[in-house]
């Protein structure tokens, strides 16, 4: 089994070998106004295998979202796994690795999140999919904004005819950037008001698999305070979904701020690392 340090200095070679190549990917996105990378090969093929194959197949004692908004099932439960999977997950929040995308993306004070808020092992089959959405603005405890997503993916052979893609949608949601879920294949993406994404819809009878991570900060993105729940919409051809998203986005904002109420608040990590 490969240890978090061996991960860690994986993932950080990965990095520095194209850095100035994905230093120019950040400042000058393509297909959205969204900053981003695409860091492929992440790491040496044994290790992706052995992650492929630490998850369950059939995604046993993973909790199932499956409502208009999303269909997928998460666990930020680790210590119910193999280990390798704690292990790439606390390779990727080790201060290394932190401070080297810091750095890369220029946003300081970057944290984080051993705790797995809305993080941790994600697993998606046939027919599940992801709408159109904007993250939560912050961590559980509304102390720190959320600024990043890192979101590892490593299942084998994965295509674009697979479905089950990333996407980045423009302001207006008329058009979207697909990168494709393939296999040892790190997407960094900015979070902010306007950073839509979305997963399409896997037509494969397989596991599509990932690893993700969080970065926050004690700093708004804008210099300013504000607040949103994880908000969705549907997509351009789906304007029942559209609505009901709003209607839903708005319920979900009300009660959020009234009584403390957030998506996946009693569903995190009960076993982060000891510091």
Known sequence: MYSSDEIRSQIVLSIRASYE????QWK??????TRHIVVNSLLPQPM???LYEAFPKDGSGFFCRDTFREKKRT???LSDY?????????GFQSAEVVNLISELTGIEGLEPDPALYAGGLSMMFEGDFLNPHIDNSHDAKRDRYRRLNLLYYVSPDWTPESGGNFELWNDDRSAAKTIVSGENRLVVMETTKTSWHSVNQVRVDRSRCCISNYFFSKHSPEERD???????DGRPEEPVRRVLGRLDNVARSVAAKALGIGRGKGRVNKAPPKA
Do not use: I, M, Q
Not at 21 to 24: A, D, H, Y
Not at 82 to 90: H, P, R
């Open 28 to 33: 000058n996105p393509l297909g959205t106004n």
């Open 82 to 90: 193999d280990e390798v999977l704690a292990n790439c997950t606390y």
């Open 226 to 232: 504000y607040f949103h729940v994880t908000s969705f």
């Open 21 to 24: 190549t994905l230093k120019r």
């Open 75 to 77: 666990s930020a439960s």
């Open 48 to 50: 992706v295998s052995e």
